[in-house]
């Protein structure tokens, strides 16, 4: 089943300044959801964006889609301490493949 | 709403025994999820259901794993006989349709010994 791959695996940055977070995937996809874990939390979902949307936003979070290029981008403006997490894209893909996760992205914002 | 609820939280098992996880889903949702958590291997989806059917079981590792939803507000992932491989946080995930957004609970964290 379809599965993402997130870029980087890690990131530090300091506070105030933004993040940057990819996510590629190989096949055709109906939407593209990215997930938010705290250390030994269960996930929570950010933001979905269709296939047919090109980029989206909430809050401090812009999410952008390339179907040409399989890609997403997620962007968190003006981190916080509290954006301290691990990342994961998901989707779904074609036929009866349920939500699936990439490795995630563990984001370090230092204070 | 209470969202997922999982149980047990931590789960401490002797290999070879059968361990049983507990997953109540948000009421009105259709979708439930199953997902295996390691350092090693990320997050793995076992098997979902839609509608308490189980559509995709493709994830399940072997045959030791079984799942089940007997009604709408809840479902089982069974392992039987437990190794200590399986050690693991298992997460149930549930949604109102498989195309949105997912809710997640707490996870089951489990040891074999």
């Known amino acids: 089943s379809q599965q993402g791959e997130e870029d980087p695996q890690a990131l530090s940055i300091q506070e105030g300044e933004n993040a940057t977070m990819n996510c590629s995937y190989k096949?055709?996809?109906?939407?593209l959801q990215w997930y938010r874990q705290n250390s030994g939390r269960g996930l929570v979902h950010l933001i979905l964006i269709r296939s047919n949307e090109r980029e989206k936003h909430s809050g401090r979070l812009r999410v952008t889609l390339d179907t040409s290029k399989k890609s997403s981008s997620l962007l968190i403006t003006a981190s916080r301490a509290a954006d301290t997490a691990s990342y994961f894209c998901?989707?779904?893909?074609?036929?009866?493949?349920?939500?699936?996760f990439g490795k995630g992205t563990h984001l370090i914002i230092q204070p | 709403d209470a969202g997922v609820i999982q149980s047990p939280r931590h789960e401490v098992t002797e290999m070879g025994q059968e361990v049983t996880l507990r997953c109540k889903p948000i009421?009105?949702?259709?979708?439930l999820f199953w997902y295996r958590q390691t350092m090693m291997r990320g997050l793995e989806l076992l098997i979902y259901f839609n509608n308490n059917v189980p559509i995709d079981d493709s994830g399940m590792p072997e045959d030791r794993f079984s799942a089940k939803m007997p009604n709408a507000s809840f479902s089982t992932l069974k392992i039987q006989p437990s190794e200590p491989r399986d050690s693991a946080v298992y997460f149930c995930?549930?949604?109102?349709?498989?195309?949105?957004?997912?809710?997640f609970g707490q996870g089951t964290r489990l040891t074999v010994v």
């Open positions: 998901a989707m779904i893909g074609g036929g009866a493949d349920g939500l699936t």
């Open positions: 009421s009105g949702h259709n979708s």
């Open positions: 096949t055709s996809i109906n939407n």
């Open positions: 995930a549930s949604s109102r349709g498989v195309n949105t957004e997912a809710f």
